[in-house]
């Protein structure tokens, strides 16, 4: 459910809204201590960042997706990936 959920929600993005979510793909925070290399998030598309997220951040990868929304000031979405995610836990 992770990986389909998490790519419903970007495909919810706009583009400028989606290059921005990768940027901040590409800063750490305290959640976690690593960032994906610009270089493969530049020309991802939104099916290869979710791999890309999922490759970098397994298990943490709704919570770090989540708080990038939160970054780019998508909160509806956080709070639909929190509701599907929800129905799996």
């Not at 943490?60 to 989540?66: A, K, T, Y």
């Amino acid at each position: 459910p992770g990986v389909k959920s998490i790519l419903n929600v970007l495909l919810e993005l706009t583009d400028k809204e989606f290059d921005s979510f990768k940027f901040y793909l590409n800063v750490p925070d305290i959640l976690v201590e690593h960032s994906i290399p610009q270089c493969y998030l530049d020309k991802a598309s939104r099916e290869e960042t979710v791999n890309r997220i999922f490759q970098a951040y397994s298990h943490q990868s709704v919570e770090v997706v989540q708080k990038k929304l939160k970054k780019i000031h998508r909160f509806d979405l956080v709070e639909k990936l929190s509701e599907v995610e929800n129905l799996f836990w």
